[in-house]
């Protein structure tokens, strides 16, 4: 009940900032937003190295169908489910109260701030969330493949797949290497 309560009260209070909020919370916001807005008539806007790939495929249905208010949605679940997969690497983690991992998470200003907002931090954030719950899982391909999807988000992900790849090297899974850089590589290509 403690993480219904506490995702309730955040996605509640997100909406309200959302729907009070006269602006974006940043000037990158309405660019990404505009982006997302209008990807399927500008589809090089999928592969926008100012876009971000990963961001605009996550917001161009909710923007094109909600506008604003769908891409604040977007957000606000990106944000909880970024938690729910904090909750599950702390269970998997054993430890002792996992709950408090998803409490933190959300009681974060900035990701209180991200959930009203049209940026590439949420998007960041839940891909990396997804990466490190699959390496505790020591599903180590599926590692890999999410952490090349880091740069597409955000351009702090190339320093992740290099601190990935030195992990997968530790954990002497050479092979899953060169599945770090797909992401990059299938971007790259497309665009």
């Given amino acids: 009940w403690v993480l219904a309560l506490a995702a309730g009260v955040f996605v509640v209070l997100s909406r309200y ?4 909020s006269e602006g974006f919370l940043e000037a990158d916001a309405a660019v990404h937003y505009m982006y997302a807005r209008h990807a399927f008539s500008e ?3 999928f592969v926008d190295i100012w876009g971000r790939p990963i961001k605009t495929i996550l917001y161009c249905l909710p923007a094109w169908f909600g506008g604003r208010a769908g891409v604040q949605w977007a957000s ?3 944000a909880v489910g970024s938690a729910w997969m904090c909750y599950l690497l702390a269970w998997r983690l054993e430890v002792a109260r996992p709950a408090v991992a998803f409490v933190a998470m959300l009681g ?3 990701i209180f701030l991200h959930s009203f907002s ?3 931090e949420l998007p960041f ?3 990396l969330c997804l990466c490190l719950w699959a390496y505790a899982r020591k599903t180590y391909w599926l590692a890999a493949l999410l952490v ?6 955000r351009p702090e992900g190339f320093g992740l797949v290099v601190v990935m790849a030195g992990a997968l090297l530790w954990q002497r899974r050479w092979w899953a290497v060169p599945l770090c850089f797909v992401g990059v590589m299938v971007w790259s290509y497309v665009g």
């Fill in 76 to 78: 606000v679940g990106l």
């Fill in 118 to 120: 049209e940026l590439t």
């Fill in 17 to 20: 900032f959302g729907a009070a």
């Fill in 125 to 127: 954030v839940f891909v």
């Fill in 43 to 45: 589809p090089h806007y």
């Fill in 108 to 110: 974060q200003p900035l």
């Fill in 148 to 153: 090349g999807l880091l740069p597409a988000a």
